[in-house]
């Protein structure tokens, strides 16, 4: 197949979509590493609740594609050899670097030390950080870097499987089947409760990572999305809102019928929303241009980067007199110039920097900007 650019186009737009969204959850009245001293219940929460349902989702869907993909023209060791050295060296380099001042400002604000940076950084490696708020300060997973973790789980725990797997590209996807697909996930919202990131269990991720490897490469996928888009696109839009609606409302206790009601939408929700967007990518994204190239390399250390600058640009704005919208619009605007001035000037320019940040080498990027490159 030649190179899907609608997915990198879906990565590089989801890159950006988490980037806000940790904005938002800085004004939000959920728990989260700093607040805003006045934080909305409604309008920020409800955009912050409809991003939820299927941002992190999308990525695991694009990166069980990939890694179809990815093993069309690797061994078992290359690909997790990749897997190492894209996930793995951001995510060390993010747990013992970028981490440790999030969680210092996390126990400063929450009021759980007093003190410089240089006298809490030994407390760093005092027990495991769990939660937010929470006494153990090693965050093992890098906080938001977890998906680097859990990716990096799911590819090798999955690999075997992999290679036993070989499922048809051109074997055909029913529409029947593929809306079937909805049901596993909402058993798994409503029944299971393992580890929750990012608003989903970690089972339910792996389920879509699973989906995105077997069912979403089939060269049928994408028609039937563009046939299912306006069904998908009514279902998505009114489940989001019966959901939105129903978690603002306060959410009732596990096991009523009303929960498990409002769990069974949610999924579906999700499910909806991812095959609204892949169908709109397909039918409007599948090009490349100077802006994906660049956007499509940035991406990972855009990733790494984001939550630790607005975190510390949280910190400094969270006691000023100002309103929310003002506070938004000015941490957005001076994190994103922050965060693509490193990339632009320092991690682009230095190879060692690059491969801390899980960014290409130079030689497969002029491989990737090569016309008709395959994946």
């Keep these: 197949m030649s190179r899907q650019y609608d997915l990198d186009w879906i990565r590089v737009l989801a890159t950006l979509a988490v980037f806000i969204y ?29 991003m ?26 290359q690909y997790m050899k990749e897997r190492i050295g894209r996930l793995g060296i951001p995510l060390l380099f993010g747990v013992m670097v970028l981490t440790p001042p999030q969680v210092y400002m996390e126990r400063v604000s929450h009021e759980q030390f007093s003190g410089s940076f240089i006298s809490w950084y030994p407390h760093y490696f005092e027990g495991v950080y769990l939660d937010i708020g929470g006494s153990g300060n090693f965050a093992f997973v890098g906080l938001h870097l977890w998906y680097l973790f859990v990716l990096l789980v799911f590819s090798t725990i999955t690999l075997p499987f992999f290679q036993k797997l070989k499922p048809s590209i051109s074997k055909e996807l029913k529409p029947l089947q593929l809306l079937s697909l909805s049901i596993p996930l909402m058993l798994l919202n409503i029944l299971v409760d393992v580890v929750n990131l990012g608003g989903w269990d970690i089972s339910f991720y792996l389920v879509i990572f699973l ?14 999305c563009q046939r299912m888009l306006p069904i998908t696109m009514v279902t998505s839009l009114f489940t989001t809102v019966f959901f939105v609606y129903g978690f603002m409302s306060g959410m009732p206790a596990a096991g009523n019928v009303l929960s498990i009601i409002l769990a069974s ?8 929303w991812l095959l609204v967007i892949f169908a709109l990518a397909d039918r409007k994204l599948s090009f490349s241009n100077n802006w994906l190239k660049y956007g499509n390399q940035a991406s990972m250390p855009f990733y790494v980067l984001h939550q630790p600058v607005i ?5 400094m704005l969270a ?22 001035t490193i990339y632009h000037f320092i991690i682009l320019r230095i190879s060692f920097i690059r491969i801390l940040f899980g960014t290409k080498a130079k030689r497969e990027e002029r491989m990737y900007n090569k016309p008709n490159v395959k994946i």
């Design 319 to 340: 006691d000023l007199d100002w309103s929310i919208p003002a506070k938004l619009v000015i941490l957005l605007t001076i994190a994103f110039v922050i965060i693509m």
């Design 211 to 224: 989906y995105g490897y077997i069912f979403f490469t089939k060269a049928s996928f994408k028609s039937i």
């Design 265 to 272: 939408v949610k999924a579906l929700s999700c499910w909806s």
């Design 52 to 77: 939820s349902s299927w941002l992190m989702p999308i990525f695991f869907a694009v990166s069980g594609i990939n890694s179809y993909f990815a093993l069309q023209k690797r061994t078992g060791w």
């Design 311 to 315: 975190v510390t640009l949280g910190f």
């Design 22 to 50: 940790h904005a938002l959850m800085f004004f939000n009245p959920w728990a989260w590493h700093v607040k805003n001293n006045v934080t909305d219940p409604t309008y920020i929460t409800a955009i912050s609740l409809f």
